[in-house]
Structures are given as C-alpha cells and as structure tokens.
C-alpha cells in the first residue's frame, strides 16, 4: 500500500551550504524555507521533496513514503503498532510542514524515523531546476531511492517486507557486503538495506535520478570544478542497471546522482542474487572508502 518514496528530512548544521548546492550542483529548484529555516526544494511538481533543517549535527530526520489515503496508513499503522513499535498521528503543524493532509509516524527497529503520508501538496507553477536541466524521474515512482544500515539484516528485512509491504527486488552478496533491495512501483528499488560490521545503523544515501545521461555527466564536471568529493566514480550498477557516480552533500551523507534506472513489473519480477554491486566503474576515490562499512553516514535524528 506504500506507493513511493515522497520526501526526505534532515537535520544539519551547514544547511545553509544548501542554498547554493541544491540548485547550482543537483539542478533542484529552491522551494522557499521552513518556519525553523529549513530549506526546501522541489524536483517536480510536488510542493518539496528534499528538506534541510538546522540542527546541531547531521543526521536523518524523517523519511516520508506516500500512500493512497487514510485508511492506508491506518492499515499499514495497525501493522506497525501489532509489530510492538508505537505510532503516532501528525499534528497540524506537522502536517503544514511537510505539505501533506497527514502522515503517521514511528520509529523502526533501527531507530530510523517513518511517516506515512497521504495527500501531497502539487502545485501548478511549472518546476524549474536551479541550472540548465532535462528534469527528474519521479511521478509515480517517487523521489528516488534510500539506503539504510541496519542493526540485523535479517529482523530489517523481514520488517519492510512483512509489515511494510515492500517486495524483494534482489540481493547483492559481495564479500562482506550484504544489501537487500526493494520495490513498491515500477522503480527497480525505492529502499535498500545493509549490515555494516563498524556500526549498527547509518543513513547511506539518497539516489535521485535524472532524465538525460548528458545531465549526470554535467554534473559530474560541476562537482570537479567546484572540488566537491566524488566518493565513487561513474559506473553502472549490476542490478538495476543505474548510469550514476556518488557525491558527498553538504551535510555529509552521499548523494547518488543517476540516468537509466530498470523498471520492473512486479507480476513478472523474479527476485535474482548478484555477486557485484556494479558491472563496470563506480570505483571508490579514497583508500578509507574503499569498503561500503567504512563510507561516512547519517545516523537517526531525535524525533522533530
């Protein structure tokens, strides 16, 4: 009953670094600023989809997953609170902040902050990106891809399948790296998680996904004029086939910024097991980023 990643919340204290970095390097369009500050920015017709508030430290704040209405998130809550985990209904201050009629929200076994929300404001205003740009892939397949560190990849994986609804893409088993992938819509994987052996939960990524190769590579020469760290270079995933390279953001979690992601029909799909997480490229820049448990993340923010 999930339908798609909708938006994401952080908490930082160089949010204001955002200003320029969100349009000028992603191509994000500048959507105004929060009632703590926050800054806000749109990649469709959606009123936000990424937002960055000030916060002592960087860290995840929430993550919002669209669903039909109500009576979903409700179903999906129910669920939840059965699992042991306790769930709470947005307030209306909440609810003018993310721009959504409502959402309930808990905590995972991990500590990561869930809402589900239904009812996204859109506006008519036409998006305009921050830089010249052929726009995102979103629609209904969302804002793009997360990807969690985990306590126990087994207790993750059974909890965002059976109680989430989310349904197996595939699994990636290299060495010490175990990744499970995925989907709710026709985006090859909307969540992924892993187990790192150095800590027990991180924020890993945000993928968005743009809709012209020609824009990832010019993203990539902006992120080399500007000495913006490029923690994998340019490669193609094994899975789902994703043309993409990893930044660090201003807040210092990774962004993937990527083309040609795989579609998948969820009555055909089979669920497969690669041994590499990439076919080609996607080589890590620095000795200390040379294994996926030693690359920086964000960890769960206190509740906002």
Known sequence: MIKSLAYLGVESPEHTQWERFGPEVLGLQHAGHG??????????????RITIHPGERNAIAYIGWSVKDEADAKAIAGRVNAHGLEVTRSRSDENAERKVEGFYWFKDPSGFR????????HTVAPFHPGRPLGGFRTAEQGLGHVVLAV??????????????????????????????????????HSLAISSLPTREVAFLHLMIEVNSLDDVGTAH??????GIPIT??????????MISFYMYTPSGF?????????????????????????????????KELTALMMEPALEPAPTR
């Open 232 to 241: 994998t270079t340019l490669g193609r995933h094994s899975n789902d086939h």
């Open 35 to 48: 009632a703590d500050g926050a800054v806000r920015f749109r990649i469709d017709e959606a009123a936000h």
């Open 151 to 188: 306590a126990d990849l087994a207790e993750g994986d059974r909890f965002y399948r059976d109680v989430l609804g989310f349904h197996q893409s595939d699994t990636v088993r290299d060495g010490p790296l175990e990744a499970h992938f995925y989907h709710i819509n026709g985006r090859h």
């Open 254 to 286: 990774r962004l993937e910024y990527g083309w040609g992601g795989l579609d998948v029909d969820h009555d055909l799909w089979v669920p497969r097991t690669y041994d590499k997480p990439s076919s080609w490229g996607h080589h890590r820049q620095h």
């Open 221 to 226: 020469d902006i992120c080399a004029q500007r």
């Open 114 to 121: 869930h809402e589900l929300a239904w009812g996204q404001y």
